[in-house]
């Protein structure tokens, strides 16, 4: 599959290399092991650094800190009728 990419981007070096990781990415979610040289690649394959992004993402959506129930639901801004 990797030399499939490359084969369609031959002069793209950095495209490459992302639509590499993609593909990484995406096959380590379906828990797809294929034999690769690049230790980067294959770390993603691995899922080795999954945490770690996971919390990059978890920064930022800026949802590290629980949140409180006013902050959830917002009651102070109901319109409240008798």
Do not use: G, W
Not at 1 to 22: G, V
Not at 39 to 57: G, Q, R, T, V, Y
């Amino acid at each position: 599959m990797f030399r499939f990419c490359k084969t369609f981007f031959p002069n793209f070096i950095f495209a490459y290399s992302l639509l590499q990781k993609q593909l990484a990415f995406h096959l380590a979610r379906q828990q797809i092991s294929l034999p690769i040289e690049d230790e980067e690649i294959e770390a993603i394959l691995n899922n080795n650094h999954l945490s770690k992004h996971f919390i990059a993402l978890a920064k930022e959506l800026d949802v590290l800190e629980p949140k409180s129930p006013e902050d959830i639901y917002k009651s102070h801004l109901e319109n409240i009728r008798k």
